[in-house]
Structure formats: structure tokens, C-alpha cells
């Protein structure tokens, strides 16, 4: 990217009113010509989820998000995709003093629960990298976990 050949963005076409409200601190990965946004805040704590499909018919649809594993109102969380599945990790629930009692996996070392950190897929493995913990602040650790459900350090100092 340079001056001559700036990046440009787009917005794309609506074909329904149906769509997610404003929000920010959400979730928010792509899977097969699919955009798929979890949560986030609003003027409260949201637990919606949506799937825009970018390729086909450019609408937004809300997903069913309910049932016992289902996640609760979450905010700063990350999502990732790989072989069909989706993956999330993190966030606080609608207050600043609680930790999430959603969890969706048991590891035997895992990072602390943390919010406003990043995460991507890199072959087979989700990195994540930072956030804030609780009461810890900001954090600089950079952890793996394979989609065998196996968390690694790969840089920075378990918190407890």
C-alpha cells in the first residue's frame, strides 16, 4: 500500500433492513464466504450473533445463540474459524468486576481470561497475543493453542 494505490474501503450493498446494531468491543472472524459477529456492547452487554454472507445473497441472518454451552452476553472476546468450527475465548460479561463463567473448553494450561486481546489462525493453531487482565492490566503474552485443544506459551509469564 502506498500513496498511488491507497487502500480503499467499500461499503457493501444491504438487501434486508435485518442487520446487528452499532456496537464495539465484539467478536468477529470469516469462514467460507461468511462474516460471522458475535456479541459486543451497545448501550449494555449483547449476545446476539449474526452471519453476513459476503458471496451469495449480501444479507445479514441472526443465528440461534441459546442453549446450556451457548456463550452469555460477552464483551472484548476474540473468535477465530478453522475446519468448520468457531472458536471463542475471553471477554468480560456486563460488568467490569466479574469474570466469564462461560467456559467453553478445560485445559491443563491455559491462559488467565482476559479481554481486548487478538487472534488469529495460523495453520492448524489459534495465536493470541496481549489484552487486559482483570485487576493485572495490560499483558504482553503471545500464547498457541492447536485445534487439538492445547495451550502452549510460546512468550511472556503465565499470570495466575
Known amino acids: 500500500m502506498s500513496q498511488n494505490n491507497p487502500c480503499l474501503w467499500k461499503q457493501l450493498p444491504l438487501r434486508s433492513s435485518l442487520s446487528p446494531c452499532d456496537r464495539y468491543k465484539h467478536a468477529c472472524c470469516s469462514y467460507n464466504a461468511n462474516v460471522y459477529v458475535l456479541g459486543g456492547r451497545e448501550n449494555r452487554c449483547l449476545r446476539d450473533f449474526w ?12 443465528l440461534s445463540c441459546s442453549g446450556e454451552a ?43 481470561n482476559r479481554k481486548g486481546h487478538s487472534t488469529v489462525v495460523l495453520g492448524s493453531a489459534m495465536l493470541m497475543y496481549g489484552g487486559f487482565i482483570d485487576m493485572k492490566g495490560t499483558s504482553q503474552d503471545f500464547w498457541s493453542l492447536d485445534f487439538t485443544m492445547s495451550w502452549s506459551l510460546l512468550s511472556g509469564s503465565q499470570q495466575d
Open 70 to 112: 451457548a456463550p452469555e452476553e460477552l464483551e472484548g472476546h476474540s473468535m477465530v474459524a478453522h475446519k468448520g468450527f468457531l472458536y471463542v475465548f475471553g471477554g468480560l460479561l456486563d460488568s467490569a468486576y466479574t469474570t466469564c463463567r462461560c467456559a467453553l473448553w478445560v485445559f491443563d494450561i491455559m491462559p488467565t
Open 51 to 62: 452471519k453476513y454472507n459476503v458471496s451469495v445473497s449480501d444479507e445479514w441472518t441472526e
